[in-house]
């Protein structure tokens, strides 16, 4: 079956550094997308990555390993309004989105 | 960035009412439209996908009469709930991918989402 996998939630500290790590089994892949999620809201795309590499976006940069179907989200200096749920979500072979369950993340000051 | 819409953004029924949802895209032709389905705490759950003037495939589980989905133009995607139950109190969003200027079909475009209370 095609499962992603990340972890449930991560507390980090305001102006520090965190990543949240993404693992994925899928039927056929056509790119890895991250989200980022306010409470009672929908998700807002963050990244997309289809190559291998690291994808550098301010202070968000998302990496992928397609060979360890891997990838990270890594979010630099830290913000309150960081806080928020992070989707990990695999386009299949039928460019349709698999979804993890998120990632919620705790900034704390 | 391409703009989708989606209105209501929150709407109240009364069980046994039909509530029919939109969903647009606003500067960007949508040849693909995803309906959603958020549980509290849960990641998304597609509910079905479907492609401008063709009928909709709808997920395992998800009952087609009852949701009833339409994408009759490259902007505008219905979806209509039917005979509203308090079990389908949710939070419905749908997204858009296709072509345009500065949009890359392989991206999805979230709806701020509706969401659906039914009493």
């Known amino acids: 079956g095609q499962n992603i996998d990340q972890p449930t939630e991560m507390t980090a500290t305001e102006g520090a550094i965190v990543q949240i790590n993404c693992t994925y089994q899928t039927s056929g892949f056509n790119g890895l997308f991250w989200y980022q999620q306010h409470a009672g809201e929908a998700p807002t795309f963050l990244s997309y990555n289809v190559l291998d590499g690291l994808e550098e976006k301010g202070r968000f940069s998302s990496f992928l390993s397609r060979s360890k179907g891997y990838s990270y989200l890594l979010l630099k200096e830290l913000q309150m309004k960081d806080s928020a749920s992070y989707l990990c979500?695999?386009?299949?072979?039928?460019?349709?989105?698999?979804w993890g369950a998120g990632t919620k993340l705790i900034i704390k000051p | 960035g391409a703009v989708v819409s989606q209105h209501p953004s929150r709407v109240i029924c009364k069980s046994g009412t039909s509530v029919k949802i939109e969903c647009r895209s606003l500067d960007f032709q949508a040849t693909t439209m995803f309906w959603y389905r958020q549980f509290p705490k849960k990641s998304l759950m597609l509910m079905a996908t479907s492609n401008e003037g063709s009928k909709a495939t709808y997920e395992q589980g998800v009952e087609k009469d009852k949701f009833l989905i339409n994408h009759a133009s490259l902007t505008l995607s219905t979806l209509t709930v039917t005979s509203a139950h308090p079990e389908d109190s949710s939070f419905y969003i749908c997204?858009?991918?296709?072509?345009?200027?500065?949009?890359?079909?392989?991206?999805?475009?979230f709806g701020p989402g509706t969401r659906l209370t039914v009493l």
């Open positions: 979500a695999v386009m299949d072979s039928n460019y349709q989105l698999i």
């Open positions: 997204s858009a991918s296709g072509f345009g200027t500065s949009v890359d079909y392989n991206e999805q475009f």
